[in-house]
């Protein structure tokens, strides 16, 4: 199973009080992996990223749709390095492109990353 995959079995097992619907969009380039929607009923997406250096790869496809779509789009960064998930905010998808993991995440932690995409809309 490749990284981003095994990545999505580990959100939909961990964050289960969230509907998901996996996007497997061959028409489209550069959609996110994930469509959330949440117990506020709030629709969201989610880019799904593994990275094992501090670089953070994203398709020119990727970067426009956040450019594009800056509220309510996430990417969700598995630092494997140190196991640790970084929750980063569309709007600030350029950034991710240039800094990478150096750019602070809006959130950290399963947890906190959890707790953040589950209060949307609240």
């Avoid at 959609?31 to 009923?41: A, E, M, R, V």
Wanted: one cysteine or more.
């Amino acid at each position: 199973m490749k990284p981003e995959q095994k990545l999505w079995q580990y959100v939909k097992k961990n964050f289960n009080k969230i509907t998901w619907t996996r996007l497997e969009n061959l028409s489209s380039f550069g959609t996110p992996d994930l469509l959330g929607y949440n117990h506020n009923c709030h629709f969201f997406t989610v880019e799904l990223k593994v990275t094992k250096s501090k670089k953070v790869r994203l398709s020119p496809h990727q970067i426009s749709f956040h450019v594009r779509h800056p509220l309510d789009t996430f990417i969700l960064v598995l630092d494997a390095r140190h196991s640790l998930l970084k929750l980063y905010e569309g709007k600030d998808v350029l950034e991710l492109a240039a800094r990478g993991l150096s750019l602070d995440a809006c959130c950290s932690g399963l947890e906190a990353c959890r707790l953040r995409l589950e209060g949307l809309g609240a």
